[in-house]
Each structure stands twice: as C-alpha cells, then as structure tokens.
C-alpha cells in the first residue's frame, strides 16, 4: 500500500462540472488500491454512524415490529372473542398478513434500490403504521425489511456489518419485551374499548410518529452526510470500496439488479432462508401461546414474555460482535439454528406441568431465533460487491425468510393447543435442514477458496482483495469467499 494521500474524485480525468455535481467521489480500482485509509478518522466516521444512524434504524423497526407481532397479545386479551373468530380464524389472519409481507419483499429491493433507502423506509413506515387491516400492514412491512441491510451495507463495511444488523434486528426482540409490559399495563386498564384495541392504537400511533422524524433525519450515502466533513466523506467512500462494494451510489441497472438470479447457490440459500425464517416467526409471534401453555392468567403470561427477549437481545449482539471480530458467519448461522432446535425439541418433550424446563426451553428459542435474519444477510451481502444486486438478493431471500412465517401461522394452529407438539417437531426438523444446508455451503466456500489461493500462490483472505476490483463478483479469480 502507498502512504496516506489526498484524493480528489475524478483526478485522474477530464470531467464536466455537472457530472462532478452529479456523482462525485467515483475511484478508479488503483486509485482505491494507493489509498490508506486512516485508521482514527474510519473510527470516528463509524462512531458518527452510530450515533446518527443506528438509534434512528433501531427505533424505526422497533416500532414496526411492535405494529406487526401484536396479534399474539392482542389474542391473551380476548381478540378472538370480540371479533367472534371460531377455528382456524385467527391463523387465516396470520396467513394473509404473512403472504403480503413476504410478497412484497422483492419489490421492496427494486424500489427501494431506485429511489433510495433513506427515502422509502419512512415512508414504508408511516403507511404501515395507520393500517389495521393486516393485508396492508403485511405489504408495507414487507416493502420495509429488506430495506434496512441495504441500507446499512451502503455505510458499513463487511467487518462491521454484523454487529449492526444486530442492533437494528435486535429491535425485534425488544418490541417482544416491551409489548409484553405494554401489554400487562393496558390490559389492567377499566374502559369501555377493548385493551386489545388500546394496544392497537398506541402503538399504530408511536409508529406514525417515528416514520415522520426519520424522513428528516436519515441521509442516503455516506458522502451526502452533512455532519461529516469532506476528507470525512472521502475516507467514508474509500472503506466501502475497500471492503464492501465496488461503487458507492451505484447507478440502477436491471443487468446487474438481476444477476444473482444466475447463480446456483442463491437457489439454495433460499430454501435456507425458509427453513430459519419460520423460527424466527415462531420467536417473535408465538411466543405468548407458548408460555400460555402454563395456564398462567392473560396479563401474567404477556409478563413472561419479557425475559425470554431481554435475554435473546444479549445472545444476539454477542454471537454478532464474535462474528465480526472473527469474520465468520456461517459457524455463527450453525450455531444459533442449533439453540433453536435444542429449545424446540425440550419444549416438544416437556410435559405441561414442567414450567421451569419448559420456560428455559423458550429461553433457547428465543435465542436462536433472533440470531439467523443478522448473520444470514450479513453473509449473502458481504459475498455480493454490487449495489444493485444486493437489493435484489436481499429482497428475495427476505420473501423466502417471510414465507417462513406462512408455515408457523398453519402450524401452531388453536387445535393443537397447549402443547404444540407437532409445530415444535415441524420447526425443529427444518433447523436440521438449515444447519445442513449452511455446513455443506461453507465447505464448498472454503474449498474454493483454498483452491484459489493454490492456483495463485498466495495466501488470501477477503480483506486482502479491494472489493471495488471485484465487479465480476466470484467470477474473478482474485475473488474469496466471506465464510
């Protein structure tokens, strides 16, 4: 590497102004490559995402989230009394939201690719905050959560991903914890409208609120960040194309938005993506029904639902933060789908009447559950260096991770109650395929990648390889593997 220099964008040609005006800050592969990125300024620059970014994505999809998985303790408060729902009413609810939540995933990618995440996910949130009915709801949530990795992968690099995927997912886990008191302390409310239909409200309205101060606040690539300065923005642009993407506020093609389609593996990782996605359903949905099984009062068991989220955020922002430190996913994947099995199987085994076992089994659900959406988006987008084909594999294996929730929604149906014996067998044998599914990948990875390595005579990892020279994406030979 060459010392530390000075670069302006575009140095090395003749440009117009307009087109400097337009899409600045565009490297050259040697120019990338003869740039050493200070090590204090790329610290101050993530602290600065962190600051400004993080609380403002955790608290945008905290509230989504508590908008979406309400149903659960909308249920121990007589929802389906109220509404008269008899059979597998509630679960055909279930269905239609889970259907429009998947679907919309893919489109959620395109559009948000086209017209900027910073711009759609307040908007994707403010809609679905004011829906009650859920096929609405589904479709604007489902638009809103691919949009948060591509978002994030367009300001962290592929050794700092992780942890904040965590953060933001981690949100999911609090929004259980935080219904759940939410949800003790309306429930004791004495009025005329149904704590249920409280609890709707509240929420729908804490959503519409936030929706509204993010479209103020989030900037869309790191060199439109106003609070950072221009060598700031240079070097926040550089540790990107070093270590993340080929080109920073890449121009949309439908080419290359649609080039993960071609490769075989992507095929493959969506029917992973469906075999965690319907754990991750079962931890943030029916979590309530599970604890019910203990015959607690309504207002008792939303109460145990908090620790078992509480705990499941500090799993998931330590197995994120050893997963950057080694940058490693895969054994992180195996290991998290393997809690969720251990958790599902105890919980299949256990006799009603064991509360204690039975709730540490919830525990471990919980826990693994929460870990795959982080580790799982972390991996696919740090093997993809192109912005458009991010958005369209991230958008599709969210479709296939939500259609995870349409097996969970007619599998822990009302007539297998309190037990769920059958559903917890069904999710735990698709953890086994998961776990199977991403060994077998990560040996077919690594294989390569010491292939690689012997053809050239070198010793590479994927930090030694400039992401911007890697347009080709595993086509290039100089390309490795993230495992």
Not at 68 to 77: E, I, P, V, Y
Not at 116 to 143: D, H, N, Q, W
Not at 247 to 266: I, L, M, N, R, Y
Not at 397 to 422: H, R, V
């Given at each position: 590497?060459?010392?530390?220099?000075?670069?302006?964008?575009?140095?090395?040609?003749?440009?117009?102004?307009?087109?400097?005006?337009?899409?600045?800050?565009?490297?050259?592969?040697?120019?990338?490559?003869?740039f050493t990125v200070d090590p204090?300024?790329?610290?101050?620059?993530?602290?600065?995402?962190?600051?400004?970014?993080?609380?403002?994505?955790?608290?945008?999809?905290?509230?989504?989230?508590?908008?979406?998985?309400?149903?659960?303790?909308?249920?121990?408060?007589?929802?389906?009394?109220?509404?008269?729902?008899?059979?597998?009413?509630?679960?055909?609810?279930?269905?239609?939201?889970?259907?429009?939540?998947?679907?919309?995933?893919?489109?959620?990618?395109?559009?948000?690719?086209?017209?900027?995440?910073?711009?759609?996910?307040?908007?994707?949130?403010?809609?679905?905050?004011?829906?009650?009915?859920?096929?609405?709801?589904?479709?604007?949530?489902?638009?809103?959560?691919?949009?948060?990795?591509?978002?994030?992968?367009?300001?962290?690099?592929?050794?700092?991903?992780?942890?904040?995927?965590?953060?933001?997912?981690?949100?999911?886990?609090?929004?259980?914890?935080?219904?759940?008191?939410?949800?003790?302390?309306?429930?004791?409310?004495?009025?005329?409208?149904?704590?249920?239909?409280?609890?709707?409200?509240?929420?729908?309205?804490?959503?519409?609120?936030?929706?509204?101060?993010?479209?103020?606040?989030?900037?869309?690539?790191?060199?439109?960040?106003?609070?950072?300065?221009?060598?700031?923005?240079?070097?926040?642009?550089?540790?990107?194309?070093?270590?993340?993407?080929?080109?920073?506020?890449?121009?949309?093609?439908?080419?290359?938005?649609?080039?993960?389609?071609?490769?075989?593996?992507?095929?493959?990782?969506?029917?992973?993506?469906?075999?965690?996605?319907?754990?991750?359903?079962?931890?943030?949905?029916?979590?309530?029904q599970l604890i019910s099984r203990?015959?607690?009062?309504?207002?008792?068991?939303?109460?145990?639902?908090?620790?078992?989220?509480?705990?499941?955020?500090?799993?998931?922002?330590?197995?994120?933060?050893?997963?950057?430190?080694?940058?490693?996913?895969?054994?992180?994947?195996?290991?998290?789908?393997?809690?969720?099995?251990?958790?599902?199987?105890?919980?299949?085994?256990?006799?009603?009447?064991?509360?204690?076992?039975?709730?540490?089994?919830?525990?471990?659900?919980?826990?693994?559950?929460?870990?795959?959406?982080?580790?799982?988006?972390?991996?696919?987008?740090?093997?993809?260096?192109?912005?458009?084909?991010?958005?369209?594999?991230?958008?599709?294996?969210?479709?296939?991770?939500?259609?995870?929730?349409?097996?969970?929604?007619?599998?822990?149906?009302?007539?297998?109650?309190?037990?769920?014996?059958?559903?917890?067998?069904?999710?735990?044998?698709?953890?086994?395929?998961?776990?199977?599914?991403?060994?077998?990948?990560?040996?077919?990875?690594?294989?390569?990648?010491?292939?690689?390595?012997?053809q050239q005579g070198v010793n590479?990892?994927?930090?030694?390889?400039?992401?911007?020279?890697?347009?080709?994406?595993?086509?290039?030979?100089?390309?490795?593997?993230?495992?």
């Amino acid at each position: 590497m060459a010392d530390s220099k000075e670069l302006s964008p575009k140095s090395s040609a003749v440009i117009s102004v307009d087109e400097v005006v337009a899409r600045p800050y565009q490297y050259s592969p040697a120019e990338v490559e003869g740039f050493t990125v200070d090590p204090a300024t790329s610290r101050h620059i993530c602290r600065q995402y962190d600051l400004r970014i993080m609380p403002i994505i955790f608290c945008m999809y905290l509230f989504s989230a508590l908008d979406r998985g309400n149903l659960g303790n909308a249920k121990t408060d007589g929802l389906n009394n109220d509404l008269g729902l008899v059979g597998n009413q509630y679960n055909n609810i279930l269905t239609i939201q889970s259907a429009t939540f998947a679907g919309m995933a893919i489109f959620g990618g395109y559009i948000t690719k086209r017209f900027g995440a910073s711009r759609m996910m307040p908007t994707y949130m403010f809609f679905g905050g004011i829906m009650i009915v859920r096929y609405f709801l589904g479709s604007f949530e489902g638009l809103f959560g691919p949009t948060v990795p591509i978002y994030l992968t367009s300001f962290y690099t592929r050794g700092e991903l992780a942890k904040r995927l965590a953060v933001w997912y981690s949100s999911t886990a609090i929004s259980g914890a935080f219904s759940g008191l939410l949800s003790y302390g309306v429930f004791q409310i004495e009025s005329s409208i149904p704590g249920w239909k409280i609890l709707f409200l509240i929420e729908g309205g804490l959503t519409v609120l936030v929706a509204i101060i993010a479209s103020f606040t989030l900037p869309a690539f790191p060199q439109r960040c106003p609070w950072l300065t221009d060598n700031e923005k240079e070097v926040a642009v550089m540790r990107l194309l070093k270590d993340s993407s080929q080109s920073v506020d890449a121009e949309f093609t439908h080419k290359e938005f649609f080039a993960p389609a071609k490769d075989w593996k992507f095929y493959i990782l969506m029917i992973f993506a469906l075999t965690y996605g319907t754990a991750s359903s079962t931890a943030t949905t029916f979590l309530p029904q599970l604890i019910s099984r203990f015959e607690f009062s309504a207002v008792k068991t939303n109460l145990y639902t908090v620790a078992p989220n509480l705990v499941a955020v500090v799993y998931l922002l330590t197995i994120a933060s050893l997963s950057d430190f080694f940058r490693q996913r895969t054994i992180f994947l195996a290991v998290a789908m393997t809690t969720t099995m251990t958790g599902c199987i105890i919980l299949a085994a256990t006799s009603i009447h064991q509360i204690g076992v039975g709730y540490f089994a919830c525990f471990l659900i919980q826990c693994g559950a929460h870990v795959p959406t982080t580790m799982f988006h972390s991996w696919h987008n740090n093997n993809d260096p192109s912005e458009n084909g991010r958005a369209f594999r991230t958008g599709t294996l969210t479709l296939a991770a939500n259609a995870g929730s349409l097996i969970s929604a007619n599998i822990f149906l009302d007539s297998w109650a309190p037990k769920y014996t059958k559903a917890l067998i069904i999710s735990a044998c698709l953890q086994v395929l998961g776990i199977s599914i991403v060994l077998s990948l990560r040996t077919y990875m690594a294989l390569e990648n010491k292939k690689r390595n012997k053809q050239q005579g070198v010793n590479w990892k994927t930090e030694d390889v400039p992401t911007v020279a890697l347009v080709e994406g595993p086509k290039n030979k100089h390309f490795r593997y993230f495992l």
